[in-house]
């Protein structure tokens, strides 16, 4: 799977923008508002990327 964007992209609504990640460390969704930590937020986005090709 391709990792592009993953850190930049909403686990919780979708929305993908530069913008979403405020700092190395720092994930706010300029669409929904859901805010975590940017590492844990493109690892929970490959892993369920990850997920959906087993399943497909």
């Known amino acids: ?3 592009a964007n993953t850190s930049r992209t909403c686990p919780s609504c ?3 923008a530069k913008g979403n990640r405020v700092t190395q460390a ?3 969704c300029v669409a929904c508002g859901f ?3 940017g ?3 493109g690892a ?3 892993l369920r990327a ?3 090709l ?3």
């Open 54 to 56: 087993l399943r497909a």
């Open 14 to 16: 979708g929305h993908c």
């Open 35 to 37: 805010a975590g930590h």
């Open 39 to 41: 590492d844990v937020v």
């Open 50 to 52: 990850g997920l959906a």
């Open 1 to 3: 799977m391709n990792p």
């Open 26 to 28: 720092g994930f706010v």
């Open 44 to 46: 929970t986005n490959v």
